[in-house]
């Protein structure tokens, strides 16, 4: 089975900054696209930012320009650069990274995190 981990979280003065790491742990043999979600409370889940294995990236319009999606490989490892933040960022933060637990199999799944809490406010 595959286990994600997400760390980084944390409360922050509106235009601090703030990295997010996730790392899957486990059976990984192949992964796909690598993402970051956001769920502030009683809003809808969305989509921040995703980058696949050829490194292409895309962001929600409101986090272009002040979020950057990493990833490494070989640690199995995406991250989230978010600087500049809002006190609208606010939310728990999930990771989900599409992978591959057999060697089997080269079909992807979903993995989510834990979530992490990510609070901005003077």
């Known amino acids: 089975q595959v286990h994600l981990v997400e760390s980084g979280g944390g409360l922050v003065q509106p235009g601090g900054s703030l990295r997010l790491s996730c790392a899957a742990s486990?059976?990984?043999?192949?992964?796909?696209?690598m993402g970051w979600y956001r769920q502030a409370p009683g809003k809808e889940r969305e989509l921040v930012a995703t980058?696949?294995?050829?490194?292409?990236?895309n962001y929600l319009d409101s986090v272009k320009g002040r979020f950057t999606i990493s990833r490494d490989y070989a640690k199995n490892t995406v991250y989230l650069q978010m600087n500049n933040l809002k006190p609208e960022d606010t939310a728990v933060y999930y990771c989900?990274?599409?992978?591959?637990?057999?060697?089997?199999?080269?079909?992807?799944?979903?993995?989510w995190g834990q979530g992490t809490q990510v609070t901005v406010s003077s």
């Open positions: 486990g059976s990984v043999f192949s992964v796909g696209v």
């Open positions: 989900k990274i599409a992978a591959s637990p057999s060697i089997i199999s080269t079909r992807l799944f979903d993995f």
């Open positions: 980058i696949t294995s050829g490194s292409s990236t």
